[in-house]
C-alpha cells in the first residue's frame, strides 16, 4: 500500500504528421509503458479548453487575486488551452509518482520540522527524468512526435487535467 502524498504532475505531446500518413501509439501502449517505468496511475484524454477552469482563472485574476504574482496574468488562454500552449497538441498524458519517503520527524518539540516533498531528491528533477524515458520510448515508435514536458513549473493546469483524466478530484483544499 502507498503512503505519503503522491505528485499528480502532468505533461503532454501531439502526434504529428510523418510521410502523408499518421503514425501511432495506442493509449494502452503508452500506459503500459508508463507503468512499467514506476509510475502510479496514468490517464490519456484529447486536448482542448478547458472552459469551466479557464474561466475560473479569468474571475480570479480580474479580481486580483493573484497578488504579487504577475506571472499568473500572463496569457491565462495559454493556461487553460494545451493547444495555445503548444501548437498542435492532440493528447494529454497525465502520470502519477508517488514520492513518499520512510524517514520519520524527529519527536523533539525544539526540532523544526520540514514537510516530506520536500525531503530527498527534488521532485522535479525525478519526474522530468521518468516522463523522459516516457516520450523516449515513444519517440522509438513515432520518431517525429512532438512532445513538452511539464511538472509544476509551466503555465499548464496539472490538477485541472489529472481530474479531466480520471486520476483524482480537486477537494476543497484545492489539491487533488
Not at 514520492?99 to 525525478?126: C, F, L
Not at 517525429?144 to 486520476?167: E, P, Q, S, Y
Request: proline share 5%.
Amino acid at each position: 500500500m502507498l503512503r505519503g502524498p503522491v505528485d499528480r504532475r502532468a505533461f503532454f505531446f501531439a502526434f504529428v504528421k510523418t510521410d502523408n500518413r499518421y503514425v501511432a501509439i495506442t493509449a494502452e501502449q503508452i500506459k503500459a509503458k508508463a507503468l512499467e517505468l514506476g509510475f502510479n496511475s496514468v490517464g490519456i484524454v484529447p486536448a482542448a479548453r478547458l472552459d469551466e477552469e479557464g474561466t475560473r482563472l479569468e474571475e480570479w485574476l480580474a479580481r486580483g487575486f493573484h497578488g504579487k504574482m504577475a506571472w499568473m496574468a500572463r496569457e491565462p488562454d495559454k493556461r487553460a488551452d494545451p493547444r495555445i500552449f503548444m501548437p498542435g497538441c492532440r493528447s494529454v498524458i497525465v502520470c502519477t509518482l508517488n514520492y513518499y519517503t520512510p524517514h520519520e520527524h524527529e519527536n523533539s518539540p525544539m526540532q523544526g520540522k520540514i514537510s516530506r516533498y520536500a525531503w530527498g531528491d527534488d521532485y522535479h528533477d525525478v519526474l522530468k527524468e521518468e516522463l523522459t524515458s516516457l516520450v523516449d520510448h515513444i519517440r522509438s515508435v513515432v520518431p517525429d512526435v512532438n512532445a513538452k514536458i511539464c511538472v509544476d513549473t509551466a503555465a499548464f493546469m496539472d490538477k485541472a487535467w489529472a481530474a479531466r483524466a480520471g486520476l483524482g478530484w480537486i477537494g476543497k483544499h484545492t489539491n487533488l
